[in-house]
């Protein structure tokens, strides 16, 4: 593997920085916004139910989120919602705007050691602005020779990114949390594919089996791919 590896793409939420459990938090306070209308339990499912109605529409990230709140909070309460109820929900958004970077532990380190061995590329979903800012603030850019925000991370969405890349599958290994976005379809676009998994993932993410694939990694720890490429 070591030999063949040439670029290695992150993906970013939940493996080089926190970002699953202040959506958690945003969705806590909103089943206290809404406990009036609808016990917590159910407004979290309603909840999952419009994001999964509004994925296509909207795709991933904060703005999306919001909107699915505001959508289902309308819905809970009959149209009966106080307008401050809904910017209360905007503001659980902005909120999640303006969270500081967290780096996940070891990951500075490993893209220091990784960098200048390997081609090293970010790939990720969410908002275009979003993740751009969380970059920045991140302060790893600089590890890194490209930037991918994606709409959905399908087959045919690595298939553009690895021609864009100019890089052959052969030579691709993507890390990332979520079993159904960062490791499912590299695999079957015939790359290498490492999971990290991460102790709060959205249930979107994950898949109710573990992939048996020869260029399937399973980590613990994102400093661990560094034995099987240094
Ligand atoms: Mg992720």
Redo the contacts with the bound molecule.
Sequence with gaps: MKEKIKTIAF?????LWV??PFYREAEKKLCNMLSDYMPAEQVMEELYKTEMQDLEWYGYGVKAFVLSMIDTAIRISNNTLPAATVQDIMNLGRDMLQKPIELLPHVEETLEQLNGNYRLVVA??GDLLDQERKLKKSGLERYFHHIEIMSDKTLAEYTKLLHHLDCSADNFLMI???MR??IVPVLELGAYAAHIP?HM?WAH?QLPYTPQHERFLELECISDILKHLL
Excluded: F, M, Q
């Design positions: 993906d970013a939420d939940d493996t970002n699953e990720t979903k990332g949390n979520s976005s960062d991460y993932t993410e």
